[in-house]
Structures are given as structure tokens and as C-alpha cells.
């Protein structure tokens, strides 16, 4: 069976670690690389730069998070390059004008004291079954820390400027999976209804006993979904 090239793209303060479970598990499936986003202060930005550092011409393409609001970019600048898209822990919407009061204030406190925000920010990352799981709390700080306070910065600015995709969700046309944890509570449930509802053939999988990190806190039941995923792409 030919095997596609599947780029991953991570979220807010998280590199390839976030991946790990499914790079590791998928990689019979498919040639596998995870984007770094921690370069432009832009969605557009993020997205010409995976574009241009693309390994191939065609691929299937998931994201979590502001992985996905760069996914929706790519999906409207070079539809023809994607695959199958997989939209994890995101939303099609812009930020609302309390959104952006709240992300400034965000911005204003990781000025002020970095290590103080990272760890405010874990009781919204995680399921809170999950804050007392040790290992996943590391990996999680890891990510945070080793990324840093200026690409905070530069991600929320980002995402700050991002625009409504969701007049375009009706234009997508190749197999597409949306999935959430269902104590998402920094893109809920509802936010994914509306994707899967938008997009052509979607399907929707809600993931019982995990937050926004669905990657790392059901790492097999999102591998599981990805495998059935990548299996409905064509060629
Ligand atoms: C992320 O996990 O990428 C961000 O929390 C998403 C957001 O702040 O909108």
C-alpha cells in the first residue's frame, strides 16, 4: 500500500512531544513529521511556512488546537495539497471580543512571571483525572518551558489575529475526521458539533475522560481514530 505523508501540526506551546503516542503508532501507516509553530506571529504566517517546508506535494494534514486554526489556513490557501484533514481540540471560529480581552490579559501575565502562567494553565490543558498523573504533567511543562515565553507571545498574537473560517468549512472535500475530549474547556464540544456538522462527510469523535490534550491524555483511542482516518483517504 502506497504510504502517505501525514504532517502533524501541535498546539499552543507544544512541539513534537505531543505527538509522540501517535508518530510512534501510526508510523507503519505513514511517513510521519511534526511542523514547529513557534516561528511566525501570524496564522498565515504558520501556514506558508508548513507549506513551504512540506515533504511532499500531497498530505494528509491534523492538527490540535492552533495546529487546527493553521490547518482551516492551509485548508483555504492549497486545498489541492491535502490529503485528508483531521482537526483535533479546535474551532473554526474566531476569537470573540472576551477571548481577545482574556488572551491579552494572558500575555500580560507570562510578561510578568512565565513559570506562574504555565502551571495556571494545566487545570484547562488537562482532564483533571490527568493533573495527578506526574509523567503527563511533565511532558506538558517540558513542551511549555522548553518553547518559552517570547513564542507564547508570538503563538497568542497569532491566534489573536486569526479569522472566521468557518465560511469555508462548506468548500472541503476530502475525508475529514473532527475529535474532542469531552471536558474540552478551552474548545468545547459544541465548537466540534459545528465543524462536523459543516464539513462534508465528517465524523465527529468525542473521547470520554480527556480535555484539550486528547494526543497525550487517550493516547490510543486518538491513535485509533487517526488509523481509521488515514484508512479512508484515497489512493
Ligand atoms: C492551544 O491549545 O493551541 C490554544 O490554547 C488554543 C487557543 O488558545 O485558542
New binding site residues.
Given amino acids: 500500500m502506497h504510504k502517505p505523508h501525514l504532517l502533524l501540526l501541535p498546539?499552543?506551546?507544544?512541539d513534537a512531544r505531543l505527538w509522540q503516542h501517535q508518530a510512534a503508532d501510526l508510523a507503519d501507516l505513514a511517513h510521519i513529521t511534526v511542523a514547529d509553530l513557534s516561528q511566525a506571529d501570524s496564522i498565515a504566517g504558520l501556514a506558508e511556512q508548513v507549506l513551504a517546508q512540506a515533504p511532499d506535494e500531497c498530505f494528509a494534514l491534523a492538527g490540535?488546537?492552533?495546529?487546527g486554526?493553521v490547518a482551516l489556513e492551509i485548508m483555504r490557501r492549497a486545498p489541492q495539497r491535502v490529503l485528508g484533514l483531521a482537526l483535533l481540540?479546535?474551532?473554526a471560529q474566531a476569537?470573540s471580543d472576551a477571548?481577545k480581552r482574556a488572551?491579552v490579559d494572558l500575555m500580560g501575565q507570562a510578561e510578568e512571571d512565565f513559570a506562574a502562567l504555565v502551571a495556571s494553565l494545566l487545570p484547562?490543558?488537562v482532564h483533571p483525572a490527568h493533573l495527578s498523573d506526574p509523567a503527563l504533567i511533565e511532558v506538558i511543562t517540558g513542551m511549555a518551558h522548553s518553547l518559552g515565553r517570547d513564542v507564547f507571545l508570538r503563538?497568542?498574537k497569532a491566534?489573536l489575529g486569526r479569522i472566521d473560517s468557518r465560511p469555508g468549512l462548506v468548500q472541503i472535500r476530502c475525508p475529514t475526521l473532527v475529535l474532542c475530549g469531552w471536558e474540552d474547556v478551552?474548545?468545547p464540544l459544541t465548537l466540534h458539533q459545528e465543524l462536523a456538522t459543516a464539513i462534508v462527510g465528517a465524523q465527529l469523535v468525542m473521547i470520554k475522560e480527556c480535555g484539550?490534550?486528547s494526543c497525550l491524555e487517550q493516547p490510543q483511542a486518538v491513535t485509533r481514530a487517526l488509523e481509521t482516518w488515514l484508512q479512508r483517504l484515497p489512493g
Avoid: N, P
Wanted: with cysteine.
Fill in positions: 498546539g499552543l506551546l507544544c490540535l488546537s492552533m495546529g486554526y481540540d479546535t474551532s476569537d477571548a488572551r484547562k490543558f503563538q497568542q491566534m478551552i474548545t484539550h490534550l
